[in-house]
């Protein structure tokens, strides 16, 4: 079985729990307290050096961090992860895309807003928005265009992209404000097997 080492309210964490159930592969979940230190535990860190969650075992025990190379690892040879070469050029160009230029706007400022005992940051939450209201209004243009962010179909490209921009609300961005977004947010909802960020922790079975 796979676990997850992961914090309920991390959207990189939800994405690898969402992306293993799509797949039908059981894992558990195991809740790391980022805000109580517990990824910089000797523990934490002789299996991830870089004290981030999520973490991924595999039933192998192999361990896997990043999680969007976990999307990847785990979608190889499924219809998560298209064949051709400039399919998987663009899935791949959307996955560094959200790391870079989205995650850390939309994701961030929902952290500082969502964990208030961390910290006032407002003066970084407004520093950031500028680079959120640019990731989301170039997806608007993409998903007016495409039902989904490569192709004709559902992939880990969706799955990274949707972790946090399905609560983007929760950052300072109202999500009414993108159409094509908010279709293509119910879009992904509306897949097999979806769960949500909230039951992801349900998954605690030995």
Same mark, same amino acid.
């Given at each position: ?32 307290? &980022? *805000?109580?230190?517990? $990824?910089?535990?000797?523990? =934490? #860190? ?8 999520? %973490? ?13 190379? &976990? *999307?990847?690892?785990? $979608?190889?040879?499924?219809? =998560? #992860? ?8 663009? %899935? ?13 706007? &939309? ?100």
């Amino acid at each position: 079985m796979y676990q997850l080492y992961d914090y309920p309210t991390s959207g990189n964490g939800y994405k690898v729990a969402l992306l293993l159930h799509q797949l039908d592969l059981s894992f558990r979940y195991l809740e790391t307290d &980022i *805000l109580a230190g517990e $990824a910089q535990s000797p523990a =934490f #860190l002789a299996r991830n050096p870089n004290g981030k969650i999520p %973490v991924l075992i595999t039933p192998e025990e192999r361990v896997l961090s990043e999680s969007n190379a &976990i *999307l990847l690892y785990l $979608a190889e040879g499924t219809p =998560f #992860l298209p064949t051709s070469r400039e399919a998987r050029f663009e %899935v791949n160009q959307w996955l560094f895309w959200e790391q870079y230029s989205h995650e850390p706007y &939309i994701a961030t400022s929902r952290f500082w807003l969502h964990h208030p005992q961390s910290g006032s940051f407002q003066d970084k939450i407004a520093e950031r928005r500028p680079g959120g209201l640019k990731a989301l209004a170039m997806m608007e243009n993409h998903l007016a265009k495409n039902d989904f962010m490569v192709g004709d179909g559902y992939s880990v490209a969706d799955i990274a992209l949707y972790a946090y921009t399905h609560k983007a609300d929760e950052g300072g961005f109202a999500l009414a404000d993108y159409p094509a977004v908010s279709a293509w947010v119910a879009r992904v909802a509306a897949q097999p097997r979806h769960i949500t960020i909230e039951e992801k922790t349900n998954f605690t079975g030995t």
